[in-house]
């Protein structure tokens, strides 16, 4: 017992030292930056390094298969089968036409043919399906060093494994601890600074601190995912009483977009330390927080969010229509709720660059506690965001073709694909009435022609 | 690397059996993982998670083909309950286009193969005749999704269609002769000089590599 004294005090020393250092990089150069809003450039910095090093890491896997004649990249496709675009009447009637020899107004309305079509298409489906693709992880197509992203390539040179190791080593022991501290840091400042203001009478004061507070707190947080960030067209940026709409990836999406502009959240009440945030913050300015029981009640949800709006003094609020995390790779149909309420609506498109870390949030893989733990272990959060200019409601147009629209302008932006299909195919199955959309346009077909013959 | 090289023989056995290339296994052999969560056969309800799959009217017809002991070639009659990954390819073959280099005779006999597979989806009951109960089922079936459309009216088309057929097989009937169903043979006079080989295949894409530069 006595043998460990020294090496325990000494120890201890280290640990002091360490300890304090890692402090003072904290203070000075993330957090202080953050209060003011200013930005070292050390990010950036970093990103061009990783990028170096990933190139040189690429280069040395491509050498070692040519060595040992492997093949190292995968096929580049979209898909595995090109889908004939053609529709279901111009095949059925192609089919029609090359089958029966007799003169067109003796064809039977039915034919043995006629189940070709479907039964094609089922077996493309079967084979390549576009809704299954979006709500897994996108595939890079060279190696980030992350082990998670690690599809295809073999282990190939010692060297390579050892940069793998040290990358191991960075992100688990140095910046991962950095991380969760500066998250907690933000999180325990948002709180008390948030309740501290709520204590001021109302007036210009309270909002301009309940802003800044605000801001600084999601720039830290910012911080702690390193996250790199590029703003385009900020003129756009979305002003009071309008519905600010963007895509949704994860939930960090919130964050990225309310560290550079002041909004209204609309959500749940939660338990736990989400709660906690949420009752906080909604004392220093006025935040949307809906009791389970009322956001199954459309038309209060709807009630309140036009009262909201309609109080030019309130903030916009910050909406994700798509209803659940997609992967990034397109846009799926929005939910046409916010669109009915008449405010003028600022797309926002957010498009995160894989190659650093990946954002998509397979809530039915990984629980919130998993995906954070993941988001703040991998290198960096690189993604871009667009303001699009605000667009309003046309009077021939119903909510969900002003949906569409916003989407699609949305997908282009962004250069994501604009699905037709529901997010929330992700937990459930098809409505029964696209189902019968395709029978009825078939058994039109075949019925139409019946009743033509029994006419004449 | 032991592992890998095992997987190759697998997948050139494959090749041979099922006339796939060795891209194109590996893409349904990903595919065929995610539709089975990993494991290593498929069963019927795993096909609920193919949201287009949906849409199409005969998909209960489509899901059954994949489990018919008649095109797995493992026997007359009867559903396997589960299927491996060899087994989906050779389905999955049924849809390969025909290659018009083979000769006359293998282009011939890819012809009847897809035509049977085509047949043995209207002859549920496996008796080796499509019966006009089989045949008002599957026309139902097609028609399910308009409620406008009443039971009868399925049904006279179906009628309809069977005389039509009957008259092309047999030729002219007998008043009380009963035409019991139609059979292969028939069902291949039916097709007759048709060019069907286009409309029963899936184009796969040609799966080249592509070198990125960074």
Redesign the interface.
Known sequence: MFLLLPFDSLIVNLLGISLTVLFTLLLVFIIVPAIFGVSFGIRKLYMKTL?KI??WA?LRMERGAKEKNH?L?????N????K?PTSLEE?IKE?RR??SSKALDNT?????????????????????????KRF?AEEL??WNLLSRTNYNF?YISLRLTVLWGLGVLIRYCFLLPLRIALAFTGISLLVVGTTVVGYLPNGRFKEFLSKHVHLMCYRICVRALTAIITYHDRENRPRNGGICVANHTSPIDVIILASDGYYAMVGQVHGGLMGVIQRAMVKACPHIWFERSEVKDRHLVAKRLTEHVRDKSKLPILIFPEGTCINNTSVMMFKKGSFEIGATVYPVAIKYDPQFGDAFWNSSKYGMVTYLLRMMTSWAIVCSVWYLPPMTREADEDAVQFANRVKSAIARQGGLVDLL?DGG?KRE??KDT???????L???M??GN?EDRSRS | MGA?HSASAEVRELEGKTGFSS??IE??HR?FK??SGDQPTIRKEN?????????????SK?VRAFFDNRNLRKGPSGLADEINFEDFLTI?SY?RPIDTTMGEEQVELSRKEKLRF?FH??DSDSDGRITLEEYRN??EE?????P??EKE?ARS??D??MM??ASVCVGQMEPDQVYEGITFED?LK??QG???ET???????N??????C?
């Open positions: 990028l990933f190139a690429t093949q990249y995968k096929p580049y496709t898909g595995i089968i090109a004939d095949e089919i090359s089958g039977p309305e039915f034919e043995l043919s006629d189940i070709f079509y479907f039964c094609r298409k089922g077996m493309e489906t079967i084979m390549d399906d576009e809704v299954t897994s197509e060279s073999q299909w195919l199955k098809v696209f189902k019968e959309e395709q029978q009825k078939y058994s039109k075949i019925v019946h | 890998a891209e194109q893409q349904l595919r995610q539709l096909f609920n998670n193919v949201p287009d799959l949906e849409l199409n009217p005969i998909r489509i999955m849809f085509l989806m209207y599957v026309v097609l028609l399910s999704g308009n406008h459309i009216s088309i179906a309809g269609a039509e057929a069902f039916i097709w048709i060019d069907i409309k029963m295949h899936v184009r796969f894409l799966m080249e590599t592509i070198a990125l960074h």
